[in-house]
């Protein structure tokens, strides 16, 4: 669509096609790019994939003299010169009968307006959410970044007011701003997770001392429910995606399942009591006593986006972990070069490994990064093995990343382009990911445990969809100062 | 929004004061679009497409029937990431009097 209005800049006449059910998407789009006029034809149908040929062309056909119309009918004065619009966000009285007719309406009223999960919801009275700001010596102005798609400013009493509403308590609110801060630091890619209509959706993870601090799970059922801590400081990342980035089911968040656990992600500490490593976030750059968020965009439904493994011994857990990463080698050959495949991007892991599991590859001799290393080197292909069409494809992604003509999620980075430059000679080996930096080792759960295996597609839109962030400002816990 | 009809204070036993979630939007100038062109006959015209498999099929009858209706019009494919870039827009406005874009999602 920010194509479509680039274009239009430029002097061009564009006509956008859009398909039926894109349409609230395609508007809302059009006016945070400030173009609302921008000229939208209707597809009555799905453009991409899922239809033969024949499919297209009935949606082809009648949508025809529209797209023509759009390109020469004669702009409108308001067309021309579109009026401004602008929210205005005034606190809202809400009164009735007793209290708890009160409540009930407050809830409503929030979920009519699309300020709500779904789930109900504690008011954010001035009170409350100046009991929130008590868990933070940071500036309730103070600006966090701007939220896509709508691209609402985050400030610490926005992101307050929708964790009192999500039932979290002030001593949480240090980490639900941190981990605001990493998806919208400039180089996340929160758009894809935000809106795609691959069901894509969070893991939130907590290390450092803060974690213990405020009571959240990392041992057994560290997914499950019953833990305030975990619970709410998703629910609070949600209600802040949703409220400050202005996104809404079927309207500009295109989900077409859904994204998995919608209202607390996939929210979760390291087990750092049973991780023979240094935790997590040590390896992120970070000091051992410092307590960090790391978020992370992950797959949902979508394959073996999200699974587990097993394994009766650490050996066949580490054969189970390469045999599901290796069939990745098909982005060799399914990529083409002008094309957007998503079954062609390189993938990212979050792969979380139960203590015990971890423990026996600590005496193995494994580091963490050594795992990833491992797993990197041990999923790679021999140039030898490769078919016609696989070596095309890797020479072609290579030659578009020189280029520069690809989307991001298909480019190699510089910094990464001699490593498959090499591999394409004899004795080299070809890497199914760009980097053994996009698998990330994690410990969590309790014995007997299972392996948690989280993964993604590189980014299209920001060179990254994982950022760890330091939990600072804390007044409630002698961690995260 | 629905806010006003909510407002009953003076008339019920309790009320609350709930501040606003939303995030506050900057204000983004608005820019108009662009004069369209008088007919398509003679014209450069470009389709856009970001490669998501099998949307090519669409964009192939449109411009058949082009090349039916305009046999004097110049047809240039492309194709590209959903944002087009600067590099490629820049290309493609000299490239073209007019386009039809799409993308996969």
Not at chain 1, 282 to 294: A, I, L, M, R
Request: hydrophobic share 40%; aromatic share 8%.
């Amino acid at each position: 669509m920010s194509g479509t209005v680039r274009l239009e800049k430029l002097g061009i006449p564009v006509a956008l096609a859009v398909a039926k059910g894109f349409e609230h998407d395609a508007d809302s789009a059009c006016h945070v790019h400030g173009m609302p006029t921008l000229r939208q034809v209707l597809i009555p149908g799905y453009v991409w994939g899922r239809q033969p040929r024949e499919a297209k062309k009935p949606l082809a056909i009648s949508a025809f003299n529209d797209l023509v119309e759009a390109l020469i009918r004669p702009v409108t004065r308001d067309e021309m010169k579109p009026a401004q619009k602008k929210e205005v966000l005034k606190p809202v009285e809400i009164a009735a009968e007793s209290y708890e007719a009160v409540l009930e309406k407050c809830n409503q009223l929030f979920l009519d307006n699309r300020w709500g999960d779904g789930l109900p919801m504690v008011p954010p009275t001035g009170e409350r959410v100046k009991w929130m700001l008590s868990g933070t010596s940071r500036s309730a102005d103070e600006v966090i970044g701007k939220v896509v798609p709508g691209n609402g400013i985050a400030t610490i009493e926005k992101i307050a007011i929708n964790a009192v509403m999500a039932g979290a308590k002030p001593e949480y609110l240090p980490v639900i701003i941190a981990a605001m801060e990493g998806l919208t630091d400039e180089d996340y890619d929160l758009l894809h997770m935000q809106a795609s209509v691959g069901n894509f959706t969070l893991a939130i993870i907590v290390n450092g001392p803060i974690a213990k601090e405020i009571n959240m799970n990392s041992g057994h059922g560290f997914l499950g429910y019953g833990w305030r801590a975990n619970s709410t400081i998703g629910r609070a990342v949600r209600l802040c995606l949703l409220n400050v980035g202005h996104v809404w089911p079927g309207v500009n968040d295109m989900a077409n399942i859904g994204r998995p656990s919608p209202h607390i992600f996939f929210t979760y500490a390291e087990n750092e009591e049973l991780c023979p490593w240094p935790p997590y976030h040590v390896g992120q750059g970070f000091k051992q006593e410092d307590s960090c968020v790391t978020v992370s965009t992950v797959g949902g439904y979508v394959g073996s986006s999200v699974s587990s493994f097993t394994g009766r011994t650490v050996q066949e857990l580490l054969n189970g972990i390469i045999k599901s990463l290796s069939p990745y080698r098909r982005i060799f050959a399914l990529f083409k070069r002008g094309t957007h495949n998503p079954l062609a991007h390189p993938s990212k892991h979050v792969i979380t490994l139960h203590p015990q599991a971890a423990m026996e590859l600590h005496q193995l001799g494994f580091t963490r990064e050594g795992l990833g290393h491992y797993i990197y080197e041990r999923t790679s292909v021999p140039y030898e093995e490769l078919g016609p069409e696989e070596v095309h494809g890797i020479q072609e992604r290579i030659k578009g990343s020189i280029e520069g003509d690809l989307i991001l999620s298909d480019t190699i980075p510089p910094d990464r382009m001699p490593v498959f430059q090499e591999a394409l000679k004899p004795g080299g080996r070809v890497p199914v990911m760009i980097s053994p930096k996009d698998i990330h080792i994690v410990v969590a759960g309790g014995a007997p445990g299972s392996t948690l295996w989280m993964s993604y597609i590189k980014a299209p839109y920001k060179w990254t969809s994982h950022q760890t962030k330091l939990i600072r400002g804390a007044t409630l816990t002698k961690a995260g100062h | 929004m629905l806010l006003e009809e909510e407002t009953m204070k003076g008339k019920s036993k309790e009320s609350l004061r709930v501040l606003n979630p939303r995030g506050e939007i900057e204000a983004v100038p608005t820019i108009g679009v662009s004069p369209r062109v008088a007919e398509l006959e003679g014209k450069r015209i470009g389709l856009y497409w970001n490669g998501k498999p099998d949307g090519d099929y669409f964009w192939d009858v449109v411009e058949g029937l082009l090349r039916e209706k305009f046999p004097t019009a110049a047809i240039s494919r492309y194709n590209g990431p959903g944002d087009l870039g600067v590099t490629l827009a820049d290309k493609i406005a000299k490239e073209v009097d007019t386009l039809m874009y799409g993308v996969g999602d």
